[in-house]
């Protein structure tokens, strides 16, 4: 079983900034005095206007549930993450943008980076955003996306950055949600040769009788497409920034101040808004960006993630660009021009370290070794992998193809929730496992329970769960503390409930095994059944509907929805087709079903329970052990929903 593998520190790691005693000795003093641990981590890491006095104040109790690090003190993000390099790095490249199309790139300088933000936040306050105002942004992988998530940071706005996949009636939600009253946008982003029309999908979603907060629609002139244009809202982004001073003094935040909210998909509901604050995010993502990868000052860096996920925010702009490095962002997709693509760019711009997600390995893997062998990677020195578990064949495949053997694979764990890496190799100290996330960060004290919160000991399966606050933990569901508290800390007394399962092997390896709940992980984008359930519900023909993950090649989970029609409609293939397109147009494309069955009726309890536990059995394809079905209020449903899945 490769599962047993080992992969040793490589020689050329034996010298690394942490090796393993280094790292051993750092967990223990993390765990053992965190006021201390981190009180020096956050002074040598960040510029503070007000230094901090307090360290840590945390309460995951019901009655007093509260998450704070170094309180009393103040600092601005965007100045930490562009201002204080400007001395003697102004020159130094910040972005580096690889456009979709491979004739296209930039270098953008430090000095540069300062300039657009400052004029950004200057034309968002000649608008009327203030300190705790929201501020949406629904954009393409350009330079302006990180511009504007800093531009807000510096003028103390709280930007919700919503995916460019997302449908304009996810945007509304999303807009509703946190009552933003800016959107910046661009008329279109390009993605495969392709253009998406983000700016038509404001529109309509601004269209929304719910959506009330909108003043101004700022629009970023990415392809020059037909748009439409609402006077005195619309306002393009390039003249904006014309008509403003290019300079903008940092606003004071508190260490405590939100920095961001971002939207995630959970078991049940609308998405959560997670908020994340200013000091504890910024040190936990800086600290685990240079550590995790080894970040070394001159190196290129490059996450493929998009901004609009948390990787995008921590791993491509907060992190890399709070240690000054040199951070990659890519406009494009991996198979175009050609499958391809990943390597070419990590030659021409002589990346040292590619961050990806399994997903995206493995649909490269299955082109085989030619593309990658016809290039070089010599450049390389650290490959990352986040946002699902990945398989050992796809680890063994990236390690041995793309990184030639020669460069350590550090498989991230972390959430949306947790603002950064909570476990995971460091290069110098870690032996790999392909599969195995292996240990945990600084400051993290993961554990496993049974269903009733006992701990757990020595090599076992259970619950992960996180005993003790660390900086970057999310604070609250904006809006929602209840919600915060019921999702994460409800089920297991005084913990912090991860939703993932996990392995804990002989050596205190750590093998997520992936989510307990009813959240999907497809192709690394994480997506509530609950959510394509009520789109699906939200069509005529359909009186309910059940939506369940299978194993998928390349997704790593696939979608499957079982859907009860609503009498006088019939089932057709023409009706799959529809509905599939439905859910793609009120959520967007990720949350399109792979699979959708027509389910007369739905397995459930006496109690009116659905059983998913069975559906998953039955998209899985798997008769054999469907468990106790003597529950079931009526029985035969089963045979008929197996019966229909074997003829397709
Ligand atoms: C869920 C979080 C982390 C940023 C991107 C996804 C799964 C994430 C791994 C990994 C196994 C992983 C978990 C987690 N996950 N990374 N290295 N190994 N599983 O963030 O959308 O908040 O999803 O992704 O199930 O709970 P997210």
């Not at 309180?71 to 930490?80: I, K, M, Q, R, T």
């Not at 089920?491 to 992936?514: H, K, L, P, S």
């Amino acid at each position: 079983m490769s599962e047993h593998k080992v992969y040793p520190v490589p020689e050329s790691f034996q010298n690394a900034r942490i090796d393993r005693e280094q790292y051993e000795a750092m967990y223990r003093a993390s765990i053992e005095d965190p006021e201390t641990f981190w009180a020096e981590q956050a002074r040598q890491r960040l510029d503070w206007i007000k230094p901090f006095s307090k360290v840590k104040d945390v309460s995951f109790a019901r009655d007093d549930l509260h998450i704070r690090w170094f309180e009393d003190g103040s600092l601005n993000v965007a100045y930490n993450c562009i201002d204080r390099h400007l001395a003697e790095h102004a020159e130094q490249t910040a972005i580096i943008w690889e456009g979709d199309d491979p004739e296209q790139s930039r270098h953008i300088s430090y000095r540069e980076l300062h300039e657009q933000v400052c004029r950004l936040a200057n034309a968002l306050k000649a608008r009327g955003v203030r300190k705790g105002d929201r501020v949406t942004l629904y954009m393409p992988m350009i330079p302006e996306a990180a511009y504007a998530m800093l531009a807000c940071a510096r003028i103390g706005a709280i930007h919700s950055v919503v995916f460019g996949g997302f449908s304009p009636g996810a945007l509304a939600n999303r807009i509703v949600d946190c009552q933003s009253s800016v959107v910046i946008t661009a008329d279109e982003s390009v993605r495969g040769g392709r253009t998406v029309p983000l700016k038509r999908n404001v529109d309509e979603a601004l269209k929304s009788d719910d959506v009330t907060t909108i003043e101004t629609v700022l629009v970023v002139k990415r392809t020059g497409g037909d748009i439409d244009w609402q006077d005195g809202r619309d306002v393009w982004y390039h003249e904006a920034i014309e008509a403003v001073e290019a300079d903008c003094p940092p606003e004071e935040m508190n260490a405590e101040d939100p920095l961001f909210i971002l939207y995630t998909s959970g078991s049940t509901g609308k998405p959560k808004g997670v908020l994340h604050t200013t000091g504890g995010y910024l040190l936990y993502a800086a600290m685990t960006h240079e550590l995790v990868f080894d970040y070394r000052p001159g190196d290129i860096y490059w996450c493929t993630a998009d901004v609009g996920w948390v990787t995008g925010h921590s791993y491509i702009v907060y992190g890399p660009l709070a240690n000054r490095a040199t951070t990659l962002m890519f406009e494009g997709v991996p198979s175009y021009p050609d499958n391809a693509r990943f390597w070419q760019v990590i030659d021409k711009h002589q990346v040292n370290i590619f961050y990806t997600a399994p997903t995206a390995i493995r649909a490269l893997m299955r082109d085989g070794d030619g593309p990658v062998k016809s290039t070089s990677r010599k450049s390389l020195r650290v490959l990352g992998s986040v946002g699902e578990p990945i398989n050992p064949q796809a680890w063994e495949w990236y390690y041995h193809v793309v990184g030639d053997g020669r460069c350590p694979i550090v498989d991230t764990w972390w959430q949306t929730e947790t603002g950064g890496i909570l476990i995971t190799p460091l290069p110098g100290a870690t032996d790999l496992k392909p599969g195995s996330a292996t240990k945990p960060f600084f400051g993290v004290q993961p554990a496993l329970v049974d269903t009733d919160g006992n701990e757990l000991e020595g090599a076992t399966n259970g619950a992960l769960i996180i005993k003790d606050s660390w900086p970057g933990q999310m604070r609250t569901v904006y809006g929602d503390h209840e919600r915060f508290y019921q999702t994460y800390f409800a089920t297991f007394d005084n913990v912090y409930f991860t939703g993932d399962g996990a392995r804990r092997d002989e050596d205190g390896d750590w093998w997520i095994t992936g989510r307990m709940d009813d959240v999907l992980n497809v192709s690394g984008h994480r997506m509530g059944t609950a959510e394509i359930e009520s789109a699906l519900v939200a069509h005529e023909a359909v009186s309910e509907a059940a939506v369940v993950g299978f194993p998928h090649d390349v997704k790593g989970q696939g979608i499957y929805a079982y859907v009860t029609l609503t009498a006088g409609f019939e089932p057709s293939d023409e009706l799959i087709g529809e509905l599939s397109q439905w859910v793609r147009k009120e959520i967007g494309p990720i949350a399109k079903p792979d699979y959708l069955q027509f389910a007369p009726g739905l397995p459930k309890t006496r109690s009116g329970k659905i059983m998913r536990r069975i559906l998953r059995k039955i998209a899985e394809n798997d008769y054999s052990n469907l468990g106790d079905t003597s529950t079931l209020a009526e029985p035969g449903v089963v045979d008929d929903l197996i019966g229909n899945r074997m003829n397709r």
